[in-house]
Every structure is written in structure tokens, then in C-alpha cells.
């Protein structure tokens, strides 16, 4: 077994073929397939879905992976061959990344200027690594595995911003010696509805406060001179290595040309506090929780919602992703309505609402409604007051039902013609649902909080 390894979430016209080419390569090779492909006996399992919630059950499922001192996981239309990715891994043990990405080619598909290829420097210390090839230490990657599943739709659009946030914008480092070509065009380039979809990724994310840098702040020459950015030539190297940009990037040259060096950002105590809170409800004892991820149904989808599938938009109601945002979002209609299928009759002894923080006006009379087969309705509470109520700041509407409720569906319906649009509905009683995984995920979490609280100080 080698030190590194490179995890190809591939389909069909994956490239990574070509990556064993050109070389002798001193990294493992494990395939994560989203459709049927032909393995050439490399090791690996199919998982359906996007890049990023394909990735999060393959990394959970196996702990493999906890042997590499680095893992790489590239899209797999990159062009590289064996011995740039041998360079790749040598250079991010050589300036102890713990996150990392290979420069792209002059000529590739790409988003961020900072992600192309700079001729005046091997490494730079980067506020950014971009998810199309992101390269962890093993020690990062437990940490930012929970994280994963921040991506409803799987796409991992902003994942990018939050993992730098998280290491303090450090240890972060651009390989502009071992470039990789980008051969296909990037999310909304490619797919209208791909970009939309990562639109609605990207607002959780945002929702957590995260800032969006996306500069290097120093650098080591060819000749082994480290520049940063407090050093007056930084600046002026950087602009000359993107000399080519204004040929082949036009669009990036103003960028270039208006370049000037900086530190990184300062983490914001409110944003670790809003991702600590995102994590905890994502990862709290779900013992007596009985809605989580049970099928939803919403009365209605709007062009608001993150979903025009109803049964998609109705599951971000129950997914765990709490940031004060919205989960779901339905048309203006009489008495919109989202409900939960628990699977199975229930005690329900409580209901918990965890409102959209930035419009709590626009919820504030509602009532809940039980069923056994979800056909007749039972009222068991009424919200008839004008108080507002909160969620991810501590104060959600908790409803304690005084006696236990046999119930298999639980509905949460706004009263008149309004909108409803709530960031979560969590259904607590009895029998209990599904176990919160335990392991090395449950290992993460601790490991993530334990984290957090260092970068704090």
C-alpha cells in the first residue's frame, strides 16, 4: 500500500485511465463510480448520486482511506498523468499541506483565476483550494467529513469557502508546479440546471457566514525564494506569472492587473458559532427524533424553493441542515402545508419548528395535525398568538404535546393565504428511529468540534 491516494468519483468518460500513464505512480487508486462502469480491476464500489453525497456514504461506509497520509478526490475529467500526481503528493508532504489542489493548465475550463497555473511560482499559500481537485491531509479530512453532508444536493458548491475558513485560511497551498488540464466546462458552463443546483447548495454554506476569499497571500519561486504578502515584489511576480491571462482569460485580466498582496482574513467568532450549531443539529443523538430523513410531502413548490421536484424540496425540511435559512419554501396559497411520513405508528410527545430567521413574520400563526393514515387530520396544536418565534438562534417554537400522540403523519400547516417557508421540523416521541452512526464518524465530530475550539484560541 502507498502513502497517498487518489479516490476518482467517475462515470463512463472518466479520464483517470490516463492518470496510471506516464509513469510509475507511487499513490493507490480507488474507484467511487456513480453509474455501472468497467473497473479494470481496480478496487471500489458504485454509489449513485452527485460527487459530494456519493463521496460522504463512500467515506463512511469505508475506512480504508483512514490509512493514506494524504487523499486526493479530482473530478474525473482532469487530464494528469502518473507522474504529475507523484509530484502533486511529493509537494503537498514537502509544505505540509492539509488542503490542497493541483494548478490547472493554461487553456483549461476554469472558475477562479487563482486556480490557474502561475509561471512565477511552484507552490502558493492559497486562502483557496476549489473542490474540482481537492487534496487532504487524513487528519483534515476526519474533520470536514460531517461537512459533507452541507451539500443537500450533492454538488459540494461551497464547500470550498467553508474547509479554508475552518483551517483559518492556512496550511492551504495551490501546486502550480504540477499542473492538471480541465477539459470540460465548469457547473453552470456545462448545465443550466447543474448551476442551479449549486446555487442552492452554495445558500446553506453562505447561510453560515462564511467569507468568500479566494487569494494567495505568498508563494515559492523556482528559484526556492518563499515571497508573502508582506513582502512589496509579491504583488508584482504574481501579476507577470498571469501574463498569458490576457490573451487566453480576458476576463480575468482586470483581476490580475488589480491585483494587490494581503493577508488572509480573521475567522469570525459568530461564523464558528453558527457552524458548531449547524453541526450539533446535524449530528445530535437522534434517539427519540423520528423525523429525520422520513419521506415529506410539501402542498406546493414556488420559484423560491430550492427544488421544483416536490418531493426534493419537501425533504430539506427533515434533512438536519440548520443555518436560519429555509428548508423548503411553498407558493403563496390557502393554508400551505408541509408534512413527514414517520413510517410506522408513533408516540409523538413533541414537535419542534425551527423558523427562516431573516422573515419570522412570515410564520407566525400555524397549526400542527396528526393522522394515522394521512387522510383524516387531528389538530393537536394551535399557534393563534403574533409572536414571533426563532430556530437556529436558540429559539425554535417547541411544542410539548401534554399527553403523547399516536400518529404515523404529522403535518405543519400556515393559517390563511400565505407562504410557508421553515428551516427545519423536528418530530420527537417514540419508538426511536434510526441510530446516530457511530464509529469513525462519530470520531469526526468530536475531532471537528475539538478542532474548532483551537482555531478559536
Known sequence: MQRNLIIARCGAQSLHPEWRKGGAPDWDLVLCPFQPIEMQGLPGQMVVGHKWDGLYRFLTEWDGWQQYDYIC???????????????????????KAKLAAPALTPGSFCSHLSTLQNKNFV?????????????MHRDFLQQVLPTLRFSRAGTGFGLDLLWPM????????????????????VGQQRSSALGEMSEYDFRFIAGLGVVGATWPYGGYTPQGT?????????AEVYRQGYAYVQQQYPQY????????ASAPPQVSAQALRKLEHALFHLNKDTGTLLSRHRPARVSSVSQWSWSQDAVREASGGNDGLINGGYGFHTDFEDNPWWQVDLGQMCAVHE???????????????????????????????????????????????????????????????????????????????SPAGAAAQKGVFQKAIYKTARFLNALRG
Not at 253 to 260: I, K, L, S, Y
Request: some cysteine; hydrophobic content about 45%.
Open 73 to 95: 478526490l479530482p473530478d474525473d475529467d482532469l487530464f494528469a498523468t502518473a507522474e504529475t500526481w507523484n509530484r502533486f503528493f511529493a509537494a503537498c508532504g514537502q509544505y
Open 351 to 429: 414537535v419542534v419548528l425551527y423558523n427562516r430567521l431573516d422573515q419570522k413574520e412570515c410564520c407566525v400563526q400555524l397549526n400542527i395535525l396528526v393522522s394515522e393514515a394521512g387522510t383524516y387530520w387531528q389538530t393537536v396544536f394551535a399557534k393563534q398568538d403574533e409572536a414571533f418565534f426563532g430556530g437556529a438562534d436558540s429559539e425554535p417554537l417547541q411544542v410539548m404535546l401534554p399527553t403523547p400522540v399516536m400518529a404515523r403523519f404529522v403535518r405543519v400547516q400556515a393559517v390563511g393565504h400565505t407562504v410557508l417557508h421553515l428551516d427545519q421540523v423536528e418530530v420527537m416521541g
Open 166 to 185: 475552518m483551517l483559518g485560511w492556512r496550511d492551504i497551498w495551490i501546486m502550480d508546479a504540477t499542473p492538471v488540464e480541465h477539459t470540460r466546462p
Open 123 to 135: 507552490a502558493r499559500a492559497s486562502t483557496f483550494a476549489e473542490i474540482m481537485a481537492p487534496c
Open 253 to 260: 485580466w482586470a483581476e490580475v492587473c488589480a491585483f494587490q
Open 226 to 234: 518563499y515571497l508573502d504578502y508582506q513582502d512589496k515584489r509579491f
